[in-house]
């Protein structure tokens, strides 16, 4: 069975407070995302990497940042959190190949106080 | 612009009544389509996937329909259970790039 975890389920914050969220998956994967979920918004893409030390914006990446030093793991930065950020953040990885399924982890939501 | 559009938002019905969920898509090239479901608090999960060849597909209580032409896919939930009370996605991917395409989702509640 595919794994993909996250590092906390629940994290709170105070605005200007640097967040690592860390995302960890062990089926080799070489395709790693970054997604963040709001309500009436769905699912949309901060950053993704191909591989180790790749990394590639997505749609919304101002406020965030990226690290892929290990296969295994894809962690994304908030350099100075702002309330704005507060959001459900999902990780997901996949093989490279563009018809494979991606698999999500089981989400951090992050609340900037 | 390619586009997922889901509806009902929201919808709510008895334990053991059937359903059906709707997305349409504005994706070209198309690859294929997903029905993720995710439950409250946690990550999507793979439920089906579609490609262009595939009309109907069914994984247990679940059936999804594409069609290619018109550009609209369907989830038919059959004798809902109170375990389907949840958020389901609608994902659409292109040929031409890795990103997807999401729907808002319908959130859907099934009460006894």
């Known amino acids: 069975d595919v794994k993909v975890t996250q590092s906390s389920r629940y994290l709170v914050k105070r605005t200007g407070e640097k967040v690592f969220l860390e995302c960890v998956q062990d089926?080799?994967?070489?395709?790693m995302f970054w997604y963040r979920q709001d309500p009436g918004l769905g699912l949309r893409l901060i950053y993704f990497?191909?591989?180790?030390?790749?990394?590639e914006k997505g749609d919304i990446p101002e406020g965030y940042s990226v690290s892929r030093e290990k296969k295994e793991r894809f962690s994304l930065i908030l350099e100075s959190a702002s309330t704005n950020q507060t959001s459900m953040y999902l990780c997901?990885?996949?093989?490279?190949?563009?018809?494979?399924?991606?698999?999500f982890g089981p989400g951090t939501r992050l609340t900037v106080t | 612009k390619n586009q997922v559009e889901q509806s009902p938002q929201s919808l709510i019905i008895l334990e053991g009544k059937n359903c059906t969920l709707q997305?349409?898509?504005?994706?070209?090239?198309?690859?294929?389509l997903r029905w993720y479901k995710q439950d409250t608090g946690r990550g999507p999960v793979s439920l089906t996937i579609m490609t262009f060849s595939e009309n109907t597909k069914s994984n247990g209580r679940y059936t999804a329909t594409l069609d290619a032409d018109t550009k609209q896919s369907s989830l038919h939930i059959t004798a809902s259970q109170l375990s389907d009370s949840a958020s389901y996605i609608c994902v659409v991917s292109a040929s031409n790039t890795d990103k997807l395409i999401f729907g808002t989702g319908t959130r859907l509640q099934v009460f006894p």
């Open positions: 990497s191909y591989d180790v030390k790749m990394k």
């Open positions: 997305c349409n898509y504005t994706v070209s090239p198309f690859s294929n």
């Open positions: 089926m080799d994967h070489e395709n």
């Open positions: 997901a990885s996949k093989w490279r190949e563009r018809s494979y399924e991606q698999y």
